[in-house]
């Protein structure tokens, strides 16, 4: 979802609120009590029967409801849009506002002076925390430990509500297989298995058992559905594929979202096969509605529902438009409601035209209600109703803790990976000199990352300052700026000057060891950033062979959102630690990282190609007649790459120390197909350091109806280990990991062989065999 701020005559902007605030308390008094849904007073009391559930009274609320009461539940304004004449018609939400004295304003005013006194359910974008930034969710997801999806949808759940903010737009589950695509960054990289392990873990965190708890939220995954692999990698567009491939790959985060409570959805700006995310029936209602038992809401994303509409615009005259499914605004409306898109965010077809829709018998009441009914069901179920304000004057002092800092550093030690270590130039000798150099060295802004909540850029902690406090003879140059700007400015400067590196190498040369930050800014990734050509921007690589030349030791540490082709760093550089955004603890962790108080034990959940042209390149991917041979000429190679390889395969990450993983055994070389086998191995740390491995199982089925990928995930565990220590890993496999979804979504279990791979990557080379039985 885009924030933007925008006037399109659609609200006015949000005035008056302190003076509206007291008038509306008083009003509050005598007018609240009589029929309403909320009583006056701190909290709140439902009027219904302590007794009823919550089906009893959303239907009772709902048979009170005129027609025009019903759409303003179904409209979603953002920041920008709302003020009190829409608090007080009684619209059903508001996202992006941020300031709890004025959410408690208007949450003051729709439930004292709307006639049915419903609150408004309150949204924010808290994508890697609120105030207390965590690693951007590509990170976390290297991490491989859904313990640090937790930690961080935990504190960011505590510090969202307690601002008055009840629902988050978030996860972002779309998996991808496009570096070019800036969003990436959101998600969890290129694999189902993987994401849908961090989905339901951030899911579980951030809603706990109950979600009207004071510090838990609702969540709304998105984007539904495939937005994650649009054509060219360009933000919002078109994506085709087939039905088995949504089934397999992009649909399982969904569906195990879902499984861990999620209650709300958001549906995608693009089409998928045609049909738009926010206008496709089957996606929203056949399959997550009826399929999957979701009776919560879906919402659109900014301007979904309008953007549905042919261009030009009609019926409004402006506003987004460009699909093509639709003639006009009523259309839109029809289309999006009939598909199962419950609520509209920012424009307001819904609204302005859902009683000319029921008039015509384009659309029933009986779906008008649906889509109330959820909404309201949802807002009964956070608790808005008994518990719908929140003590505004005390929500900073549950930001930034010290429990919550601790835990967005070691989430951030736990994200990194470790890419090259050559000649053992990690980790950093802190009694030694220390020249940090590069861009991205002494900056805070960009530590936090694309989708940085409320985050302050004064929250974050530099790598230079994080290095010098572990290592007080530390010295910084920083050779060159990366300063982003967005059209209709002038193109990035990104290092485009070398006129800091003459200070910049003499910065080193006085030094023991260097440390290059280099990579992107938070600019280059995320939201509507989608790049052609993903080197490091600008002269950078030029500043990795300045500092080379002069013999010093050094290291390159990447901040950036996206996997980067860096076969001339890895050429270049004798040590490469990939950061990605870390947080506000960015500095501290890093340094962790560097002068060896954590081991690096993170892994790649993305490929990493060597070149553009070899994307999309990902390690699931299926078999084909020919496969790829360079020392061949008639198969699926490229003439101009000389291997078959990316440049890191996904799941790759070195450590401090070694580690031997041995001994795959089977506990059944046979399975029933409504049975399982367990599979065992043995990781030992064979170095002299203690750090944490990943130990990855990978299955591959070699003759099925349709091809299936050469390798898929099924199980995965990080584990800690002394020097010289053994432990044992298991792994259930079942129907659900052997078995797949054919082209009309239908989950099949084929008898036949099923091969199993073990190891630390995707390139696993331990493997034994069983076979399905019918």
Not at 259 to 280: E, H, K, Q, Y
Not at 675 to 694: I, L, P
Request: proline share 7%; with cysteine.
């Amino acid at each position: 979802m885009r924030i933007r701020k925008r006037t399109r005559g659609l609200g006015r902007r949000w005035v008056g609120w302190r003076r509206l605030a007291l008038a509306g308390s008083v009003l509050a008094l005598s007018t609240l009590v009589a029929g309403g849904a909320v009583a006056a007073g701190g909290g709140g009391t439902s009027s219904q029967p302590a007794g009823q559930g919550i089906e009893s009274k959303v239907n009772a609320l709902l048979a009170q409801m005129t027609l025009d009461e019903k759409l303003e539940q179904l409209q979603l304004e953002a920041d920008w849009q709302i003020n009190d004449a829409e608090a007080q018609k009684g619209v059903g939400g508001v996202f992006s506002l941020t300031d709890p004295e004025k959410i408690n304003h208007f949450q003051h005013v729709a439930v004292e002076q709307s006639r049915l006194h419903i609150p408004i359910l309150f949204a924010f974008d808290t994508i890697h925390g609120f105030r207390t930034v965590f690693p951007i969710p590509l990170a976390e997801a290297s991490s491989f430990d859904p313990a640090v999806a937790t930690a961080d949808d935990t504190f960011a759940a505590r510090e969202t509500a307690a601002t008055g903010i009840k629902q988050i737009y978030s996860p972002m589950v779309d998996i991808s297989h496009e570096p070019r695509w800036g969003r990436i960054a959101e998600g969890a990289g290129e694999d189902p298995y993987l994401g849908s392990v961090m989905a339901a873990a951030r899911v579980r965190a951030a809603q706990g058992s109950d979600y009207s708890a004071p510090d838990k939220v609702v969540t709304s995954p998105k984007h539904l559905a495939a937005y994650g692999q649009p054509e060219g990698g360009r933000e919002y567009n078109t994506t085709d594929m087939s039905g088995q491939r949504l089934w397999n790959l992009y649909l399982p985060p969904f569906k195990a979202a879902i499984d861990a409570g999620a209650d709300t959805f958001m549906c995608s700006f693009n089409a998928i096969n045609g049909v738009p995310g926010c206008g496709n029936h089957e996606t929203e209602t056949e399959i997550l509605k009826q399929r999957w038992g979701l009776d919560g809401f879906i919402e659109s994303d900014y301007t979904a529902v309008a953007e549905l509409r042919t261009c030009p615009p009609k019926n409004p005259d402006s506003g987004p438009c460009g699909h093509g499914v639709a003639a006009d605004g009523p259309d839109a409306a029809r289309v999006a409601l009939n598909a199962g898109t419950d609520t509209e965010m920012v424009s307001t077809n819904f609204v302005d035209f859902g009683k000319q829709l029921l008039a015509n018998h384009e659309i029933s009441m009986q779906r008008i209600n649906d889509a109330v009914r959820r909404v309201l069901r949802v807002k009964f179920r956070a608790g808005l109703f008994d518990h719908p304000y929140v003590d505004w004057q005390q929500a900073e002092s549950k930001q930034l803790l010290p429990d919550a800092v601790a835990a967005a550093r070691k989430a951030a030690t736990s994200s990194m990976v470790l890419l090259k270590n050559a000649g053992g130039t990690l980790p950093l000798d802190p009694s030694k000199s220390v020249a940090v150099i590069g861009p991205l060295g002494n900056d805070q802004h960009d530590m936090l990352g694309p989708w940085w909540g409320i985050g302050r850029d004064q929250d974050a902690v530099t790598l230079f300052d994080g290095i010098k406090a572990q290592d007080p003879n530390t010295t910084f140059a920083q050779g060159c700026q990366i300063l982003d700007k967005d059209p209709p400015d002038p193109p990035n400067d990104e290092c485009g000057s070398d006129a800091g590196f003459d200070q910049a190498v003499a910065t080193a040369q006085a030094a023991d060891q260097v440390v290059l930050a280099l990579g992107e800014t938070r600019g280059e990734s995320g939201e509507a950033e989608s790049r052609s050509n993903i080197d490091l921007p600008g002269k950078q690589q030029e500043l990795i062979d300045r500092i080379k030349a002069t013999g010093k030791p050094f290291v390159v540490v990447l901040f950036n959102g996206r996997p980067l082709t860096l076969e001339k760093v890895n050429a270049s550089a004798p040590a490469i630690l990939e950061a990605w955004f870390p947080g506000v603890q960015a500095g501290n962790a890093v340094a962790d990282v560097l002068f060896g108080k954590v081991d690096p034990g993170g892994k790649l959940p993305v490929t990493f190609p060597r070149s553009v042209g070899q994307i999309p390149i990902y390690y699931n991917h299926e078999p084909t007649g020919r496969p790829c041979d360079p020392t061949f000429k008639w198969n699926s190679r490229y003439r101009d790459i000389p291997t078959c390889a990316p440049l890191y395969p996904f799941g790759y990450g070195l450590s401090y120390t070694t580690f031997d993983v041995s001994n795959l055994r089977l506990s059944s070389h046979t399975m029933p197909s409504s049975g399982s086998v367990t599979a065992t191995v043995d990781v030992k740390n064979t170095g002299s350091r203690s750090g944490d491995e990943v130990v990855q199982l990978y299955i591959h089925d070699p003759v099925a109806t349709i091809s299936q990928p050469v390798r898929r995930l099924r199980g995965f565990e990080r584990v800690s280990l002394a020097p010289g220590q053994t432990k044992t890993v298991s792994f259930r496999l079942d129907r659900s990991d052997v078995g797949f979804y054919d082209d009309l979504g239908n989950f099949v279990v084929e008898p036949g062989t099923i091969d199993v791979y073990a190891g630390d990557s995707s390139e696993a080379g331990l493997t034994d065999s069983f076979t399905v039985t019918p």
